[in-house]
């Protein structure tokens, strides 16, 4: 068995990092959720792991059909309440802070990572409606979208189309009903067709005729599955349909979707929101979604940490001091672990850091709005880009074993790549911050930030870390916008080990004066001493990246790469 | 197309780094070799490898299959003449150097790496032979193996016995007619069986009876898949079995065997070199095997780089100062693609040094022998590390294209993984790094290079690095073993990254003022310049964990990894 739901870790970073507590959420139900969902995924979910990778999601001329068990096991999990953690209570939700919604959303993607993509995908479709629904079309989806029951998807990108949303082509043309009629096709549409659910939601990004070019003509639309009946039950299918699926390198329990949308000029969508509030509405999708695969990399290194660590405990090679050993008790063993465990309890920390914003800034917090905008870029590129390297060390750990298929090492491995891609590519995180999330309030945002981090800091590597963030911040404030985006990438990687570092630092502290799981407490000692003490010195070797200017980058013309 | 050979870069390395016009080889030979090992590659090799991936070896009751095309390409290579490079004229070899015969591994494997990894391995079990096989050995032998009309295996790994080779149970039994009978199973053979030569010459580690445990009671052997006649040709089969192939992440195209020896008790091999002599006998196999395995870095971060390059200048996707663009031209993108360069230029600059202390070895020069046991850790394991780090930035430019498997940069990505791991994992390298190859010599050879370099570096960065890596080592010389061990891989890092700075950064200079292809110099120049402005300096940062005690990494034990 190789996956434990992190449950001690889960509650105590939600306790100080998150600080659950302030969030309007009782004490007893924090552990019995988390409980609750760890014992759900065992024994639900990660069984399932393996058949997603090996037999995959399946194109068929009638539909997307899923492994066995995968039906089942999603009904379980709407059956048990698992997807209304964190939706409103008005729509049947239990109204729980995201945060903790958050912790079990990585339960489940740590049990199985391609399945928990699917309800990843209905949070985005939720709040798309909570925020720009009109209240009949929350009344007739919210409710199922909330549960489960129904699926929901974004449709953004197009074949001309990947980053650039804008040159999206997908229309709709106004109907007579007051409805549109949809065409076009969208790809990379993750469960875009499955047969878990009994109607899925699109989100279809498309142009209103006489629409302008560019983002501001986008109006976003929904366009079901199965058109609702006079009930509001699922009854005629809608003129959707999956063209095709892709053959991945990874993640293979999630069907990648190439969506054909009015073949036969009759696909039936509704807007969403103001004609061409497109941009809009799918930045509230994407903003959560982002949070959401950031914890992938969460999820991912989790899975990866486990099944090293058992590994390295259970092979024996060569001896230590003149007896066997296992391969656990060598140095450079220890230090990859060690290392695993410090990123995972990082990327975890940022991503809840940034998950507990959400619950603030619902609740009015204009501060904790602007660190949350802040921060998403930090989680979704910095989170992932630990599931690619933890993911990696675990195939290390492994030896040649973890080149074999069947170890599932490889499978992390694979399974992690597409996370610095999609929502967003972590060049684009990168452009945000030090664009729109930087410049776009002068930097009050980071610097508050940065003042607070430098506030509590105790380790001088950690300080010297935090200053230079300063100096590289103070640098893209004054730089040109193509120096600025030729140090993004670094300047995202330093400040989010800073980030990490002055949480991890934070949470040492705590454990080492806490009370209650021994072992826990001394591993998270011991992880946030590694992290402070040898990843944080890592990112200062970034900075000189992060303030050269692109000059360096355009010495030689585009054709010459190829020379 | 996705693969051009890189003639000049090739060329010019060839020149500077190794400085090959003091190893005997004349100008047009050197030109003539890689432009016709390019166009063979080029025309048979590359056309081959998507399928090396897709198809892929297969195991049958009746031995491996390779794909379609695969034996007439490697009878083309044979009857080519492309494995006779580096071969020793005296069996029909053409005597040219290790260094010019790197290049044209580098080629094939840039090509196809899957496939070039046959070739890889023949060279170790030449190697071998030559050094410590008996003259009618290497009569019998040497000259088919030079050709590759007959392939070479290296059989080292047991299944309880990975990287700890003196574990291995393999049995040798001396018959009377002076041969040996071996039984065992080994694992991880790489092209182990296959139908592409007329025969296997498996090179076997075995005890022989009442040897003493560990590695001193090792001795190679000579195990023929066809028994030779009394012409000198295949005759009857041997009692060698092809038991089942690995179901690998990648590296499709080679056959990763488990073969089991002497199931009917038939299996006869002949000792190489003194009884108890196998682990001599077996570095001499592994040493050159690990530079060739660290040029595989090279060959699949070319790779990746090319096809990276050609996507990014061929992809339009939103505009730039007002005008359609293709990513190449995003600061972000050049970011990408200027690393992509720069490390693959750099891992090769490293083994192509390495290489060339082979040929000074080789010619009796004891301070080369020296640089070049240094160097063997630092090629395998950074050429290694640059590949996939390469690779994985393939993927990436690629945006989500890179995660579909026809774009063909997720090969490149699963096919790098294993190089951290076969033929020593890095790990082994950096402990061999600290241990063999620093505490050997009191840190003579390092140091020795230490002072050249910080004699003729010239950048603030690049000399504080070295400066550093003086620092670390003098740590090292003094620190207990497990502390050195702690800190040996972030150590080799370092030192391989100032290693590669100093050869970059000369480059520079050289392109400078050199005539010729302009673009190429250009290109070497901005390379050269963002290497040691941008990635010497991330190594900085490694420091701090290089000289950390291990008492971080055993603040806890071994159960409470799992905590």
Chains 1, 2 share one sequence.
Request: charged content about 20%; some cysteine.
């Amino acid at each position: 068995m190789s996956f434990t739901p992190a449950i001690a870790e889960q509650r105590f970073v939600l306790d100080h990092v998150a600080r659950i507590a302030e969030l309007g959420v009782e004490d007893d139900i924090v552990d019995a959720v988390l409980e609750g969902a760890g014992a759900f995924a065992a024994g639900e979910w990660a069984p399932l792991d393996r058949a997603g990778d090996t037999v995959g999601a399946k194109w068929t001329a009638d539909g997307v059909v899923m492994p066995d068990g995968y039906r089942a096991a999603y009904q379980a999990y709407v059956e048990g309440g698992w997807g209304t953690i964190g939706s409103p209570e008005a729509f049947g939700g239990q109204g729980l802070p995201f945060a903790l919604a958050t912790a079990v959303l990585e339960t489940l993607g740590t049990a199985n990572m391609g399945f928990a993509l699917c309800p990843t995908l209905n949070v985005g479709a939720i709040e798309a409606l909570a925020h720009h629904g009109t209240p009949e079309q929350q009344t007739a989806y919210l409710p199922r979208l909330a549960t489960g029951e129904w699926t929901g998807t974004m449709n953004l990108t197009e074949p001309q189309a990947g980053s650039d949303v804008g040159a999206l082509k997908a229309k709709a043309e106004p109907r007579a009903d007051g409805k549109w009629g949809i065409s076009g096709t969208k790809i990379f549409i993750s469960f875009g067709d499955h047969d878990m659910a009994d109607n899925i939601v699109h989100l279809v990004l498309a142009r209103t005729p006489d629409a302008p070019a560019g983002t501001k003509g986008i109006s976003l639309f929904l366009v079901p599955k199965f058109r609702l009946d006079a009930d509001g039950n699922p009854g005629d299918v809608n003129d959707v349909r999956v063209v095709s699926i892709e053959h991945k390198m990874g993640l293979h329990a999630s069907p990648t979707c190439v969506l054909s949308f009015g073949d036969n000029g009759d696909c039936i969508g509704e807007l969403i929101g103001p004609e061409m509030g497109g941009m809009r509405a799918m930045f509230t999708m994407m903003n959560n979604a982002r949070l959401n695969v950031g914890l992938q990399g969460v999820q991912v290194a989790e899975r990866a940490t486990q099944r090293a660590v058992a590994y390295a405990r259970d092979r024996v090679q060569g001896s230590r001091n003149g007896k066997p050993a296992t391969i656990v008790e060598f140095p450079d063993v220890r230090r990859m672990l060690m290392r695993m465990k410090a990123q995972t309890m990082a990327a975890r920390a940022l991503v809840y850091l940034a998950a507990a914003q959400v619950d603030r800034a619902n609740a009015g917090d204009a501060a904790a709005k602007a660190r949350l905008d802040l921060l998403t870029p930090l989680a979704k590129a910095h989170g992932t880009d630990i599931g690619c390297e933890v993911s990696s060390i675990g195939v290390q750990v492994h030896g040649g074993m973890g080149y074999i298929e069947e170890t599932g090492a490889a499978q992390h491995f694979r399974d992690a790549r597409i996370t610095p891609i999609y929502e967003g590519t972590n060049g684009i995180q990168a452009a945000d911050l030090v664009g729109r999330k930087l410049s776009g309030d002068g930097g009050a945002a980071l610097f508050a930030l940065i003042d607070q981090m430098r506030n509590e800091a105790q380790g001088e590597g950690l300080i010297a870390l935090i200053d230079a963030c300063a100096d590289v911040a103070r640098h893209m404030l004054e730089a040109q916008v193509d120096d600025r985006l030729a140090g993004s990438y670094p300047f995202l990687t330093m400040l989010s080990t800073a980030v990490c570092g002055w949480l991890m630092e934070a949470q040492g502290r705590i454990a080492a004066e806490a009370q209650g799981d021994s072992a826990f407490l001394a591993m998270k000692r011991a992880a946030a001493t590694f992290y402070v003490t040898q990843i944080v010195p890592e990112a200062m070797g970034m900075k000189a990246a992060a303030v050269a200017s692109a000059d360096a980058l355009y010495a030689v013309d585009a054709e010459t790469f190829a020379a």
